[in-house]
């Protein structure tokens, strides 16, 4: 297997797909601490940062099939929240940075974009009217 060198003289092995992904997320996270680490005045967010990874599958069973596969490699419970339009989602927290693992069901994600499409059909009018008020017009 041959290595690439990247821009910081690090060398990483080149991998197929996914694991090439998997890599390349580890080693900038990695990084990203060492960083910090290292500049103690560079800001951070007091409350920490969630890592999102959306599930991307062939169907909805399959997708929830590898949440929960993931809630249990996390030692959690799956938080099931489609019945109100939510998401299926596995979350663990590590200080205060949380890793979460969600899907959104194939209905949901066909009811948001239904919604949406309705966006640039709506134009506010945005002119100085002396209130606070929401006033627009459909196009």
């Known amino acids: ?19 090439f992904a998997r890599h390349q997320t580890i080693t900038g996270l990695r990084a990203l601490a060492d960083f ?3 500049n103690p005045g560079v800001p951070v967010n007091t409350y920490g940062e969630t890592f999102h990874v959306p599930i991307r599958a062939a169907d909805d069973a399959s997708a929830v099939a590898l949440v929960d596969q993931t809630a249990a490699l996390l030692g959690v419970n ?27 069901p194939e209905q949901q994600w066909a009811a948001s974009l239904a919604r949406d499409s309705y966006r640039d059909n ?4 945005h002119h100085d009217q002396g209130d606070d008020s929401d006033t627009g017009r459909v196009a």
């Open 1 to 19: 297997m041959s290595n690439h060198t990247d821009p910081t003289g690090r060398t990483s092995p080149i991998v197929p797909g996914d694991l």
């Open 78 to 104: 799956a938080q099931h929240d489609t019945r109100r339009g939510g998401h299926y989602l596995a979350t663990r927290t590590f200080g205060r940075i949380a890793y979460t693992v969600f899907h959104i």
């Open 122 to 125: 709506i134009r506010l009018d």
């Open 36 to 38: 910090l680490e290292a």
